[in-house]
């Protein structure tokens, strides 16, 4: 096995955001600590500097109260280096030329030089000049100043750094083990983190194994702890349950089919098979024929509906968006069942004001309109009426048909729109159950709607709500 396979790195995505935790953490623990360092260094230097200071001043003030011999006095130079400590400060006093005239003992300092670019720095800028540097052999480092005490005079003072380099030791050692513990730390907290964060994830993946072998039934369980998993497992379950829906208005719609197919299907071979062993004249040939063509129309009717309302409802059909007088469809409507109407002895009336206009596709109002019409006509007795009404506001366009036909039970109202379904009281009446179906599909994909109110014996009312302007792209 290559050490590329051995080291393939895990790709799920918990193990990544742990990766992303845990960088981020130690990236920005090691900035802060970073600052903290370089603010604590620049105090510590800042300090010392302050003492390297302090020395010059002392020095000055002999030099202004006793002359140029008391800095020229080994022993006064050698009393202030004791004071300090004879391994942690020296002096040297120098010549505008960089001799050495006197000095504290040198013996530990020796591998200290004049620094000749330091002098003329500070003859050019006449401000103190600062040096921090190395030693070899010694851990701690050092820092020089080189400052005028007079115009002839120049003071070399040093002071070992030991603060510092205690310092820089302890931080060295503080610094790898937090890091090595902030390091674990963030791992295991974002690990935590990552688990947390995509076990709703790992809620929608058993669920989607679970329905993919066949329990459509099964639902993500919404923790109500992660607003974004959570919206996640609801977005999910709405499409669960609409798959669901539809799974079961297919079954419900082939078993429809198969039930109306199969009795027009079973005429047409029953009647040809009846013919073709009895008949003998040309009459019952053209009779079997005839009754062929009306069964099949009628089965053509059916699919071209289910298409229509299928295309509807899918958005496939492309509504025309034309400017339509809807008084004026309705006006046609009502000349062209007035004859049907008079027949059965219905009253039908046209409540129509003139003017009123949507925009929409012209032959679905009309077939809209016209399947309402149709079954309120049907579905009204002898010596009753029919009643059709339009409204508008600023927005909406409302159609009412009106009957006192025989009306709808309570428990078959809410199914009237779905797709084969007939109430026991209209089988009667010839019809396969579309024609509700297709209004409402065409009303919705205008942006409206129909509602039904009706009761038994006492007639039913549909109204029909659309836009004036198409609310949705078709």
């Given at each position: 096995m290559s050490l590329g396979k051995r080291l393939r790195l895990p790709k799920t995505l918990a193990f990544r955001l742990t990766l992303w935790y845990a960088v981020i953490f130690t990236v920005t623990s090691c900035i802060a600590f970073f600052l903290f360092y370089s603010r604590i260094t620049s105090l510590t230097m800042e300090r010392t500097d302050r003492d390297l200071l302090d020395q010059v001043d002392?020095?000055?003030?002999?030099?202004?109260?006793?002359?140029?011999?008391?800095?020229?006095?080994?022993?006064?130079?050698?009393?202030?280096?004791?004071?300090?400590?004879?391994?942690?400060?020296?002096?040297?006093?120098?010549?505008?030329?960089g001799q050495v005239f006197s000095s504290s003992n040198m013996s530990y300092w020796k591998d200290i030089d004049i620094d000749e670019s330091a002098i003329r720095a500070l003859f050019r800028e006449e401000n103190p000049v600062f040096q921090t540097i190395s030693i070899a052999g010694r851990r701690e480092k050092v820092r020089i100043l080189y400052a005028r005490l007079s115009p002839g005079i120049i003071m070399q003072v040093g002071q070992a750094m030991e603060s510092y380099s205690r310092f820089l030791d302890v931080f060295?050692?503080?610094?790898?083990?937090?890091?090595?513990?902030?390091?674990?730390?963030?791992?295991?907290?974002?690990w935590?983190?990552?688990?947390?964060?995509?076990?709703?994830?790992?809620?929608?993946?058993?669920?989607?194994?679970k329905i993919s072998?066949?329990?459509?039934?099964?639902?993500?369980?919404?923790?109500?702890?992660?607003?974004?998993?959570?919206?996640?497992?609801?977005?999910?379950?709405?499409?669960?349950?609409?798959?669901?829906?539809?799974?079961?208005?297919?079954k419900e719609m082939s078993d429809n089919i198969a039930h109306d197919l199969r009795s027009p299907i079973a005429g047409?071979?029953?009647?040809?098979?009846?013919?073709?062993?009895?008949?003998?004249?040309l009459g019952e040939?053209?009779?079997?024929?005839?009754?062929?063509?009306?069964?099949?129309?009628?089965?053509?009717?059916?699919?071209?509906?289910m298409l229509m309302i299928s295309k509807t409802e899918s958005g496939a059909f492309k509504l025309s968006g034309e400017d339509i007088d809807i008084s004026g469809l309705i006006r046609q409507a009502c000349e062209l069942f007035g004859p049907t109407a008079e027949d059965r002895k219905v009253d039908l009336n046209c409540d129509v004001p003139d003017g009123i206009r949507l925009t929409g596709d012209t032959s679905m109002i009309q077939r809209l309109i016209s399947n309402l019409l149709d079954n309120a006509v049907k579905y009204t007795p002898s010596g009753g009426a029919v009643r059709l009404a339009v409204s508008e506001n600023?927005?909406?366009v409302v159609v009412s048909v009106k009957d006192t036909g025989i009306g709808i039970s309570s428990t078959e109202l809410p199914h009237i729109f779905e797709r084969f379904y007939r109430c026991d009281r209209s089988r009667a009446q010839a019809g396969i159950g579309l024609g509700l179906s297709l209004a409402m599909a065409i009303a919705r994909a205008?942006?409206?709607?129909?509602?039904?109110?009706?009761?038994?014996?006492?007639?039913?009312?549909?109204?029909?709500?659309?836009?004036?302007?198409?609310?949705?792209?078709?």
């Open positions: 002392r020095f000055s003030v002999l030099l202004a109260s006793r002359g140029t011999d008391s800095v020229a006095d080994s022993a006064v130079i050698e009393a202030e280096a004791a004071a300090a400590g004879v391994k942690k400060v020296f002096f040297r006093f120098l010549s505008v030329n060295q050692r503080v610094f790898i083990a937090t890091m090595a513990f902030l390091i674990a730390l963030s791992a295991c907290v974002g935590f983190m990552a688990r947390r964060a995509v076990s709703g994830i790992k809620a929608v993946t058993r669920t989607a194994r072998g066949g329990v459509l039934e099964e639902r993500v369980p919404v923790m109500a702890r992660d607003y974004e998993i959570d919206q996640l497992a609801i977005t999910f379950n709405g499409m669960l349950d609409r798959i669901e829906a539809l799974v079961a208005e297919i047409i071979r029953g009647v040809a098979e009846v013919t073709l062993t009895s008949g003998k004249t040939y053209e009779d079997m024929a005839a009754g062929t063509i009306e069964e099949c129309d009628r089965l053509l009717d059916m699919i071209n509906t600023a927005t909406q205008h942006g409206g709607d129909i509602t039904a109110t009706s009761a038994p014996d006492r007639g039913s009312t549909f109204t029909v709500v659309l836009p004036k302007s198409l609310s949705r792209k078709s």
